[in-house]
């Protein structure tokens, strides 16, 4: 089962999904218990890394915030 996903997910348009496709072997591999970290872990690392005043300017003032104003 898991061959079949790490096939899928190597299948996917790399333009579109360049993590997902970079990153399938670590998604399928490992205990279930390994793969939710390091999924989390690179979601984590992701955030950490972003600049928050790159937020498009489409999504800016669309949350809780803008709603309690």
Same mark, same amino acid.
């Given at each position: 089962?898991? !061959?079949?996903?790490?096939? &899928?997910? @190597?299948?996917?348009? !790399? #333009? $579109?999904? %360049? *993590? @997902?496709? /970079? /990153?399938? $072997?670590?998604?399928?591999?490992? @205990?279930?218990? +390994? =793969?939710?970290?390091? @999924?989390? =872990? *690179?979601?984590?690392?992701? *955030? #950490?890394?972003? +600049? %928050? /005043?790159?937020? %498009?300017?489409?999504?800016?003032?669309?949350? !809780? +915030? $803008? &709603?309690?104003?």
């Amino acid at each position: 089962m898991l !061959a079949i996903l790490l096939h &899928r997910l @190597t299948t996917l348009p !790399a #333009a $579109a999904f %360049p *993590l @997902t496709t /970079h /990153h399938a $072997a670590e998604l399928t591999a490992g @205990t279930p218990h +390994d =793969r939710f970290d390091f @999924t989390v =872990r *690179l979601m984590i690392d992701g *955030l #950490a890394q972003s +600049d %928050p /005043h790159s937020i %498009p300017s489409h999504i800016k003032g669309t949350g !809780a +915030d $803008a &709603r309690q104003g």
